[in-house]
């Protein structure tokens, strides 16, 4: 059987903890925060906000530092007893001051790697590391966690992006799964100014509405690519979830020749909306405020085999307040993609008013102090809920502890979206030029050389991968799916035989069952088995080339 079969039960299942034997360290606060989901579960209600006052006040008063929070996360991968975790994280409260941590290569904040043997893993053995990588200019790093398989030649590099304000801790049911495939190394990074990667301050140069577009999606693209450069990586799969999809879209773009696969899970901004297109922007100052929040905070999983979910929660998002979707959208394949998406509902006056002053969700949650805890289990305690008490727990904790840092990269999403999830400059618009640029010696798109005469990508395979249940507009990706289609049909026209050949662009867009708009957490045991079929045709695919 191949490294790259699914195993529902060994993705699933955890016999005797696994996790680290930290239980004891997970401490007095930790174990009275506990009541984020046991509140949930046990009846105990707190309106929408389910964590109670004196438990909210327990965890901001304990302050657990975000790598305590992420290596708590971790240690809940099948067969890595003790993840490694470096501590180079800003360890000062945060402010409205943007800031001024230093990264210093000082040993005791570094973490060794971890291996793990085929006596205690059965998929090993296998190392695990965990860097911060330092970037040109002034405070600018991203953190970084990988895996790779030991004894094997490493020929293909699998690299993952989390979603708005969230971080690489929330993948921690895909690494084991994804590592199985033999000839990989898989990477997940926070992005700059998220997670626990850098936080320097986010400006805008310009006043132009495209330009600003431009400049805000060039902060996080070239923060990748500038670490693409230093692993030495020539080319890699790009896995993109939700505003890392979109960014992942836009690298492609920029950065052309360095992707063998793309794949965009529940990605933002696709579809095209007037309104988006045309509102206003706020304007380009040194931003200390924000914008969305639940681009990576959504309801509860949806899994219609758990009686702890209502039913209501089973029919859309009702936790997401940028909801794009209209109630009673399909959305199966069945969907008719010639017509046009219902309206959206009117937006709340004073959701929209915080959008155009560019004020953060976690701006407010820093700003509450002591209500911080409080307020983000409105998310956390339905986002996690299908989760056992404990890990859910730590899924809070980490996702508090990013909240309350210092506002940075969140910044940067007025500038991208607008009210409702839409986006301001609309993949849908140029998706198309995915694996179509073309190239330069430099690996730039500009050049003074006639394009007649300039070689062009010969496509690359995307994938978009939507939930049964996501709230984002699976439409959007079918949309995407047939305009890829129609370039590529365009092409073959004045395409010879032998580049007919050579051509590998293709999209397709993929369901997982009993998930929402986090497929990789909600559905992680066939996410994982997607994903290695599709890493697998990858490497098939480079053997024959």
Known sequence: MSTATANGGDDGSRASPQHSPRDSQREKASNTST???????????????????????????????????EHTVLSYIPYLKQPPTHTQTGKMLPSETPSTASFSDNSVDKASAVQTHSNSDPYGP???????????????????????????DIDQNLVILHGYGAGLGFFY??????????????????????????????????????????????????????????????????????????????????????????????????????????????????????????????EDVKS??????????????????????????????????????????????????????????????RWSGPLGPRFVSGWTSRRFSHLATEEAQALHNYAYSLFKQRGSG??????????????????????????????????????????????????????????????????GGYAAEQKMEEEKALIWKTASAAEKEVDNGSAKVLIIKKAGHHVYLDGFSEFNHVMREEMEEVSRHERQA
């Not at 959206?344 to 929209?352: A, C, D, G, I, S």
């Not at 009210?419 to 330069?440: C, E, H, K, T």
């Open 126 to 152: 296998r190392q695990w590391h965990s860097n911060l990588v330092k970037l040109s200019g002034n405070n600018r790093a991203l953190n970084e966690f990988s895996v790779e398989r030991m004894g094997e």
């Open 410 to 475: 969140e910044f940067a999403l007025a500038y991208i979206l607008a009210p409702g999830a839409f986006a301001r400059s609309p993949l849908i618009r140029r998706i198309q030029g995915v694996g179509r640029q073309y190239l330069q010696p430099d690996g730039s798109t500009t050049s003074s050389v006639e394009s007649a005469v300039r070689k062009r990508e010969n496509g690359i395979p995307v994938v978009l991968m939507y939930g049964e249940n996501d709230w984002m507009d699976i439409a």
């Open 35 to 69: 009541g984020t989901n046991r509140t949930a579960r046990t009846g105990r209600t707190g309106g929408y906000f389910t964590l109670g006052y004196k438990e909210g006040f327990s965890q901001w008063w304990a302050n657990i530092p975000a790598a305590k929070a």
């Open 173 to 298: 049911k895909n690494f084991e799964g994804l590592s199985r495939v033999k000839g990989w190394k898989v990477y997940a990074l926070d992005l700059l100014g998220m997670g626990r990667s850098s936080r320097p301050p986010f400006k805008l140069h310009s006043k132009d509405r495209q330009k600003c577009i431009t400049e805000a999606e060039n902060w996080f693209i070239d923060a990748l690519e500038e670490w693409r450069v230093q692993r030495k990586i020539d080319r890699f799969t790009l896995v993109g979830h939700s505003l890392g999809g979109y960014m992942s879209v836009a690298y492609a773009l920029k950065y052309p020749g360095h992707l063998n696969k793309l794949i965009l899970a529940s990605p933002v901004g696709i579809p095209e909306d007037p309104y988006a297109v045309n509102a206003e922007m706020p304007e380009p100052t040194d931003s200390t405020l924000t914008n969305e929040f639940s681009q990576d905070q959504e």
């Open 304 to 365: 219609s085999s758990n009686p702890k979910i209502p039913e209501s929660a089973k029919q859309g998002d009702k936790n997401n307040f940028l909801n794009a979707r209209s109630k009673g959208q399909e959305t199966s394949k069945t969907v008719d993609k010639t017509l046009p998406t219902a309206p959206r509902k009117p937006l709340p006056k004073w959701l929209t008013y915080l959008w155009d002053a560019n004020i953060s969700p976690f701006s407010l949650v």
